[in-house]
């Protein structure tokens, strides 16, 4: 309500408040929006549109065998967040612009990825309030290992791994080009998972063979990649566990969203087990959503950021904290290299000169 010019309010009438800002309004219906979004693409929506043209709910709803009046809601706000538009005839669209995220047969299909955020994530988020009054550490003491839980059974893994072959994959063709990689005989791709970064890195370079090293839980998914890309022997797995082992030898090591699951004492840890395990002139790569200078930009990493307090022992970070660390682990020439979508590429070389044991690196 208004003040008037005593300071008192006045009558209720006089003076309508303001609409809730927008950004608010996301804020405050966001949980509504992902559920809806996530139900929709789980249930074939976007397929079926995409399929058979512009739609109204009933026919979508008779298509798909699911409930008219919940469908329609359904739809009803995700038109109002302009994911979908309607004609005057209540017909349903998606514009091209949204359209590669919704189409299951795009690589930038985003399914895998929002059903990790409603099936894990959302669930993960009731542990921020006691990060939030008893502090991170005592919140995760009587919790297991990040990845022990989402490791605990088939389904999670699969949902896990899906989920990270959706982010990973389809920008991994564009972070093989800004990382070079023409010189390279034998990446290392230190918590590789199902292999997207691999993969895409030995669909690109024909010479190149690559090693995943990650926990024994993602092998079959692993070779299930190398059998669907046909690559053969030119993709190997060496199972084990980076907080205990020395990693595998190579001439690039790559860390795809793997510092940010941790800190930086452990982050250091890892690059310097990186450093003593490439060759001389070797390339380390760490592939991560950055935040800006401005330290709150871009929103999916700061909305990323408060998720990973919830799921792991990490955080994101500037291009110039990962510059930083890549320094003190004893790497030169850093660079950052950003690609057109949400995860970038910090790398750094370990110096020519550097001494190393005997023994060939590749
Ligand atoms: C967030 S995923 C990143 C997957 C992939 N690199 C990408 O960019 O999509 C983290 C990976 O680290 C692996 N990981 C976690 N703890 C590990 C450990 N102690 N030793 C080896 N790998 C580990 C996980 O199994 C998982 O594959």
Redesign the pocket.
Known sequence: MAPNTRGTPGPATEVAGPAMPRPLEGAVYGLLATRALELAVRHGVFRELAEHGPSRDGELATALGLDRDTLGRLLTLLRSLEVVTADAEGRYTVPPHSRPYLDGADPRFLGGFLRHLVESTADQLAHLEACLTRGKAAADAALPE??AR??RDEESTDR??DA??Q??FDV?GELVELAGLDRVHHLV??????G??AVAALLRRPVLRATV???P??AGRLRQAGLRFRLGARLAFAP??????ELPRGDCL?????L??WPDEVCLELLRKAHRALAPGGLVLV?ERLFDEDGYRPLATAAMNLAMHAETQGRHRTAAEYLGLLRRAGFTDCAVRRSGRE?HLVLGRRSESALHPPGRWW
């Open positions: 990040p990845f989402i490791y896990f791994l990270m072959w982010l990973s991994s791709d230190v918590g590789g998972a199902g997207p970064f090293f990650d926990l839980q993602v084990g566990d980076f907080h205990q082992d790559a860390f795809g969203y793997i940010s699951d592939m995860k």
